[in-house]
């Protein structure tokens, strides 16, 4: 954890005396807002990442197919049965559970097990896949 958060120490520090010497100097506040969520907004990942990292143990023992159970039956409840969305609750399984999948894929690369020319297109035409279908996003009823 001190390694990755250890550089985020200085990015902070150094954004927040730029920060008030900007608005110091006269600087527009709105201005200078944008410019602080631009730096300090791709930070949210070292939550997740640091999550990730002491969830290790577990997800070393986890197949990447539980957690991607998990975020195919709770979209199915949402989006297939009409289900609760996000602000009940059946949304938030799939961020932990989201993270997991692609997590575990690494666990279990790191040891060896996921080696071979198969293996390795399987793994890019299912994220591209995967891919396509997050950025278009559920089907829309009417």
């Given at each position: 954890m001190g390694r990755l958060f250890r550089p985020a120490v200085p990015l902070v520090g150094v954004w927040s005396a730029a920060a008030v010497a900007m608005l110091a100097w006269g600087?527009?506040?709105?201005?200078v807002h944008a410019l602080v969520k631009l730096?300090?907004?791709p930070m949210w990942f070292l939550l997740v990442f640091a999550a990730l990292?002491?969830?290790t143990p577990l997800a070393a023992r986890l197949h990447p197919v539980w957690p991607l159970a998990a975020v195919a039956l709770a979209d199915l409840v949402r989006f297939g049965l009409d289900g609760p969305s996000w602000t009940h609750g059946v949304g938030w399984t799939n961020v932990g559970t989201g993270w997991l999948v692609p997590y575990c894929l690494g666990v279990l690369w790191a040891r060896g097990r996921l080696d071979g020319r198969l293996?390795?297109?399987?793994?890019?035409?299912?994220?591209a896949a995967a891919t396509a279908?997050?950025?278009?996003?559920?089907?829309?009823?009417?």
């Open positions: 600087a527009d506040p709105g201005t730096v300090w907004s990292t002491a969830a293996t390795g297109w399987a793994l890019l035409l299912g994220g279908v997050i950025r278009d996003g559920p089907p829309v009823r009417r």
